[in-house]
Structure formats: structure tokens, C-alpha cells
């Protein structure tokens, strides 16, 4: 059974920075992703990465500013998203998503088979 657990939300001030964890367990995962939703906003990809290789995407609104990493030991795969000098418009729920079946990172929330429940990130002014 396939499971992605994020940790590392919280609520910090505008300049601040955050770890963002994913556990994943269970499967097979070629590509992962970090993506958020404001309230009433759309899903979006904050950031990708190949398993291979390490290739990235970043959106333009967090180039600079975030970097996604990833890591396999002994059998367990984490990817992470360090958040820094945070902006009140990065508050949104952060979640982790996977690709099973390609190692091509995506910003397209279609192409990936499996999700996290989310962890919030709140950013005050």
C-alpha cells in the first residue's frame, strides 16, 4: 500500500524558512513533486524532480527561493522541499505527489498516481 506522509508545516513570519518532508513507502516512485493550494485557488506545482538523474522544475514564483532534494536509505524514500524567505502568498496546503510508472518530473498534477494528505504552511506579514 502506497503511502506519502508529509511533515514540517507550520506557521512562521515573512522572511523565515521550512523544511518540508515527504515519507514515501510502499511502491515504486520514479518522479516526485511538492504542490500547494491556496484557499480557494487551484492546485499547482511548486516543484518536481526525477528519481533519476535529480533533474527539477521549479515555478517561477519559487525559483531562488526553494529547492527540492531527495534521498533513498536504507529502503525508504524522502523528498524535501526547503522553503526559504518565506512570502505571505507561499501559505497555502503543501502536498507531496508521485509518478510510478515515469521518471520524468511534471508540473501537471494529472501525471502523477499517488498523493499525501498535506501539511499547511502558514506565512503571516
Known amino acids: 500500500q502506497v503511502q506519502l506522509v508529509e511533515s514540517g508545516g507550520g506557521l512562521v513570519q515573512a522572511g523565515d524558512s521550512l523544511r518540508l518532508s515527504c515519507a514515501a513507502s510502499?511502491?515504486?516512485?520514479?518522479?516526485m513533486g511538492w504542490f500547494r493550494q491556496p484557499p480557494g485557488k487551484e492546485r499547482e506545482c511548486v516543484a518536481s524532480?526525477?528519481?533519476?538523474?535529480?533533474?527539477?522544475?521549479?515555478a517561477e514564483s519559487v525559483k531562488g527561493r526553494f529547492t527540492i532534494s531527495r534521498s533513498r536509505e536504507n529502503a525508504k524514500d524522502t523528498v524535501y522541499l526547503q522553503m526559504n524567505v518565506l512570502k505571505p502568498e507561499d501559505t497555502a496546503g503543501y502536498f507531496c505527489?508521485?509518478?510510478?510508472?515515469?521518471?520524468?518530473?511534471?508540473?501537471?498534477?494529472?501525471?502523477?498516481?499517488?498523493w499525501g494528505q498535506g501539511t499547511q504552511v502558514t506565512v503571516s506579514s
Open positions: 505527489a508521485s509518478r510510478a510508472r515515469s521518471y520524468e518530473f511534471s508540473p501537471s498534477p494529472q501525471d502523477y498516481d499517488y
Open positions: 510502499g511502491g515504486t516512485f520514479r518522479a
Open positions: 524532480i526525477s528519481w533519476i538523474g535529480g533533474d527539477t522544475f521549479y
